[in-house]
């Protein structure tokens, strides 16, 4: 039994073999036996990782598969490590269903945030599950010895979750800054001096392996919104997160936009400073205008030079609540500026919902005044809502980005495994 290149088709989309039959002499190609049975594995395994627990019978009512077929792959991804059985179902009519669930230990997923303040890190199963996670405070100096301190936070929550550094199947650090190939190196990364020398990735590729890569800290906030917070009720999305810097991550159809280049969301560069004084040139040039002029040590500056004694851009929050007038008009021209970048997303994007965070962007009372400032000079106007994922928001982002590059990572090696026998049962692929 041949499959023709109309039938090769996975939850409604053509396969590669499919899309390229048309490119010979235009008579339909068969695929190799081994390319739909990996189809197939990939296509359960996608659905038990969705369900949970699900049963033989689930499966193929939901792929569209036979129970055959759907028997055949299920042995197969569990001889692989990759699913076990969790019970059995009872309770209903006819005979009791095996139900079958990921194997949490079939890898592990280490997610790593730099940042200017804090470093923070946790390890996840491949279920989601967190086994460890830790934070510590960034050390000041050089750059080698905070590329240092993440390697050494991240052993030691390899540690309390005994699981080796072998063991991690995917590594996730999300920084600030884009991956600029042409230097191998970080680019663009604001406030963290240092960060883009060359020397950065090559020591952390060194600590950790070949299954390591870097995602920019504020996408891996989009990621984990769209996950775990109030992106999950909109297919588009900005998230933007103003304090010791400025970014935004891009959401449209429910996946990251990154760009042409890797820098969509690097608004930190928009020409925007409603008037705020105090930044140099090299620091403009470094950090971007609307950076060196709304970010927390902008903030400070902005005290200091109306006289209050503020060291952080919270003491000067807290003193506007306090009544003190100065500081309630640095606090006013922050929530003007932010509101002025918004409306330049608006124009170009038109996102059903913005999310602030970062330090200054979830400081209470700040959404409602940005979203005054906004009703002001905005087209329309987009939900404007407070993460409400706190600290954690670029660790849980890079975990969630780092499962799908595993899961990926898995399931190919496991086709690679397997012997390329013809098996009729392989061709029952689930049509559109």
């Known amino acids: 039994m041949e499959a023709s290149a109309q039938e090769l088709v996975v939850a409604g989309q053509p396969t590669a073999a499919a899309a390229g039959a048309g490119a010979g002499a235009g008579a339909a190609q068969a695929a190799r036996p ?9 296509l359960l395994l996608s659905q038990i990782r969705q369900l949970g ?3 033989r019978a689930d499966l193929a009512r939901l792929s569209g598969l036979s129970k055959p077929t759907v028997s055949l792959a299920l042995a197969n991804v569990e001889r692989a490590g990759l699913v076990r059985t969790a019970g059995q179902r009872t309770g209903v009519p006819g005979r009791s269903a095996v139900l079958y669930e990921i194997r949490p230990e079939a890898g592990y997923v280490l997610g790593l945030d730099i940042g200017h303040e804090y470093l923070r890190g946790a390890i996840a199963d491949l279920t989601g599950e967190v086994r460890a996670k830790a934070e510590s405070r960034s050390p000041s100096g050089s750059v080698s010895r905070r590329v240092g301190e993440l390697i050494r936070l991240a052993d030691g929550i390899c540690a309390a979750a005994e699981v080796g550094r072998e063991d991690v199947t995917q590594t996730v650090l999300g920084s600030p800054g884009v991956y600029d190939p042409s230097r ?3 680019a663009l990364t604001g406030g963290l001096a240092g960060w883009d020398k060359r020397a950065v990735l090559a ?4 600590a950790f392996g070949p299954n390591f890569m870097v995602e920019n800290d504020t996408d891996a906030a989009a990621l984990a919104e769209r996950e775990h917070g109030h992106g999950r009720e909109f297919a588009s999305f900005a998230f933007v997160s103003i304090g010791s810097g400025i970014g935004m991550g891009l959401v449209l159809g429910g996946q990251l936009h990154r760009g042409a ?4 969301g690097e608004i930190a560069f928009l020409p925007i400073t409603e008037g705020v004084t105090g930044a140099g040139a090299e620091e403009i040039r470094q950090r971007g205008a609307l950076e060196a002029a709304g ?10 030079k109306a006289g209050m004694r503020a060291n952080s851009a919270r003491q000067v929050f807290a003193a ?15 929530a003007r500026l932010v509101a002025k970048a918004i409306c330049a997303i608006v124009t170009v994007i038109d996102p059903g919902l913005v999310v602030l965070g970062g330090g200054i962007g979830q ?3 700040f959404t409602t005044m940005v979203a005054a400032e906004l009703a002001e000079i905005s087209p329309v106007l987009p939900e404007i809502r407070v993460s409400a994922l706190g600290t954690s928001a670029v660790v849980d982002g890079c975990l969630a980005s780092g499962a799908d590059l595993a899961w990926r990572r898995l399931t190919t090696q496991l086709a690679q495994s397997q012997p390329d026998q013809p098996d009729a049962t392989l061709f029952q692929v689930p049509l559109g």
């Open 34 to 42: 081994q390319l739909i049975r990996a189809m197939n594995e990939q």
């Open 53 to 55: 627990v699900c049963s």
């Open 184 to 186: 191998d190196a970080i």
């Open 203 to 206: 020591r952390l590729r060194a």
């Open 261 to 264: 280049h890797g820098v969509a």
């Open 295 to 304: 970010s927390s040590s902008a903030i400070v500056r902005s005290a200091r």
């Open 320 to 334: 506007a609540s306090a009544g003190d007038e100065r500081a309630i008009t640095i606090v006013a021209t922050e």
């Open 363 to 365: 400081a209470p009372g």
